[in-house]
């Protein structure tokens, strides 16, 4: 997708519900990283950047797939669940709806801000449902950059749900930004280990108690 076109291809869509089939991961240069309550975090080097990329698969027990993405589209409901949200709100910018999204980081690091868009579809892949959301950084002159705080300008996200069977959903994520500056390696160790698999949890959870489900 090209920044600011504001629109995913519909054949974007479709790789998300096939890696949550069979991740693919073999003989790529992903790496297992981490196993921790179902979920498996994979990563890879980005010879590009220095930085990984990363896929999660896994299931969430008792978060029903229709109700995991409508919290995870649910700007406001986020501020409540997520601790490191600043600021989080969408605008409509040129005829499309942008997602900007402020980071709370420790101190003394400057906080980092996103600015985005993101769909959402359900897709019927060899029978099943499947939820698809896709997310991928943008820009636009209604959102100049913050003094204070670093512009996170290479963010990608896709997201894959479906029912695992019983109460729960069966998931794979996909993960890449570039949060620029010089970010400590103990703060990229704890991301990797902890806070890709923990935003999962926090999210499942946050579905547990979302006042909106049916």
Request: aromatic residues 14%.
């Amino acid at each position: 997708m090209a920044a600011g076109s504001g629109v995913f291809s519909q054949e974007q869509f479709w790789p998300p519900c096939a890696e949550l089939q069979q991740p693919a991961v073999a003989g790529a240069g992903w790496e297992l990283l981490l196993e921790t309550l179902g979920l498996s975090v994979y990563r890879l080097l980005d010879q590009q950047t220095g930085l990984y990329e990363y896929k999660v698969f896994g299931v969430l027990e008792d978060c029903p797939p229709a109700v995991l993405a409508d919290v995870y589209m649910d700007l406001d409901y986020r501020k409540q669940w997520d601790q490191y949200v600043k600021e989080l709100y969408e605008k409509e910018c040129n005829g499309q709806a942008v997602v900007y999204w402020q980071v709370k980081y420790p101190f003394p690091l400057s906080d980092r801000d996103y600015v985005y868009v993101r769909q959402r579809q359900e897709l019927d892949f060899e029978g099943q449902k499947v939820h698809v959301i896709l997310a991928q950084s943008t820009s636009v002159p209604q959102f100049p950059e913050k003094s204070g705080v670093i512009r996170v300008k290479q963010y990608k996200q896709r997201l894959a749900i479906q029912s695992d069977g019983k109460r729960g959903s069966k998931v794979f994520m996909y993960y890449f930004d570039n949060p620029g500056g010089q970010i400590p390696s103990w703060l990229v160790n704890w991301a990797a280990k902890n806070g890709v698999p923990n935003f999962l949890k926090d999210m499942a959870k946050a579905c547990q108690n979302y006042p909106k489900k049916t």
